[in-house]
C-alpha cells in the first residue's frame, strides 16, 4: 500500500531562517512525488515534482530512495512561504491516483 | 482560462438532505477527482474519473456517488447527508497520469 507521511503538522520558524518540511513514503515501487502547497484563500497549486529537479520559489526537494524522503527546503523562509503543504505520491506505471499526506502548516514569523 | 471552478463554494445541509457539488474544467483535461479536506486528514480521493462516462472509487466513497457525462463536468452527490460528510471538497482534472492536478477553490459543505 502507498503511504505519505508528514510528521510535523505545524512548524513555525523566523524569516531567513532555513525550513525542511518532512516527507516519508512507503512504496514498494518506483514512486513519483510532488510537494502541493496551499496558501491562506488560495486553491491547492503544485510547487514541484521530482522528476522535474526543479527550484521553485527557492524551494528544493530530493528524493532520497534510500531514506524514502522527499523533504522540501529552503534555505532562507519568507513570511510569504507560510502556508499549508502537502507531500504526495503517485505510483509510476500509469496509476492514475494521488495518495496526500496530511499536511504541514508552515508559520514564518517576522 | 478559468480552470477549475466549483460551485457552490458553501452550503449548509440538514442531515438526511441531498445535494449535487459540480465541478467544470476548461482545460479539455481527461481525468478528474473529488476529495475532501479534514482537519489533520490532509487530502483524500473520493471518487475519480478517467474520462468521459467512466468513474472509480478512491479511498473514501462512501456516502457518495459521481457522474462524469461530459468530459468537462464531474459532478459529486450526496444522496442522503450526514454531519460525518461535513468538510471542504476539492475537485481536480489533469491531463494524464504524468502531468500534474489542477484543483479547483473547494467547496465547504456543512450538515448539522
Known amino acids: 500500500a502507498q503511504r505519505v507521511t508528514q510528521p510535523e503538522k505545524l512548524l513555525s520558524v523566523f524569516k531567513g531562517a532555513p525550513v525542511e518540511l518532512k516527507c516519508n513514503y512507503s512504496?514498494?515501487?518506483?514512486?513519483?512525488l510532488f510537494w502541493y502547497v496551499q496558501y491562506s484563500r488560495q486553491r491547492l497549486q503544485l510547487l514541484l515534482r521530482h522528476i522535474s529537479r526543479e527550484s521553485i520559489k527557492g524551494f528544493t526537494a530530493d528524493l532520497n530512495k534510500g531514506e524514502t524522503s522527499f523533504h522540501l527546503k529552503k534555505p532562507f523562509a519568507q513570511e510569504e512561504d507560510s502556508a499549508m503543504y502537502y507531500c504526495?505520491?503517485?505510483?509510476?506505471?500509469?496509476?492514475?491516483?494521488?495518495?496526500f499526506g496530511k499536511g504541514t502548516k508552515l508559520t514564518v514569523n517576522p | 482560462n478559468a480552470g477549475v471552478t466549483q460551485t457552490p463554494k458553501f452550503r449548509v445541509l440538514k442531515t438526511g438532505q441531498s445535494m449535487t457539488l459540480l465541478c467544470a474544467q476548461d482545460?479539455?483535461?481527461?481525468?478528474m477527482y473529488w476529495y475532501r479536506q479534514d482537519p489533520g486528514m490532509g487530502l483524500r480521493l473520493i471518487h475519480y474519473s478517467v474520462g468521459e462516462g467512466t468513474t472509480a472509487k478512491g479511498e473514501v466513497p462512501d456516502g457518495y456517488n459521481v457522474s462524469r457525462l461530459k468530459k468537462q463536468n464531474f459532478l459529486l452527490g450526496l444522496e442522503s447527508a450526514a454531519p460525518s460528510q461535513t468538510s471542504v471538497y476539492f475537485c481536480?482534472?489533469?491531463?494524464?497520469?504524468?502531468?500534474?492536478?489542477?484543483f479547483g477553490d473547494g467547496t465547504r459543505l456543512s450538515i448539522l
Open positions: 481536480a482534472s489533469s491531463t494524464g497520469t504524468d502531468y500534474p492536478q489542477h
Open positions: 482545460m479539455n483535461h481527461e481525468y
Open positions: 504526495a505520491l503517485k505510483a509510476q506505471g500509469g496509476s492514475e491516483k494521488l495518495v
Open positions: 512504496y514498494s515501487g518506483s514512486p513519483e
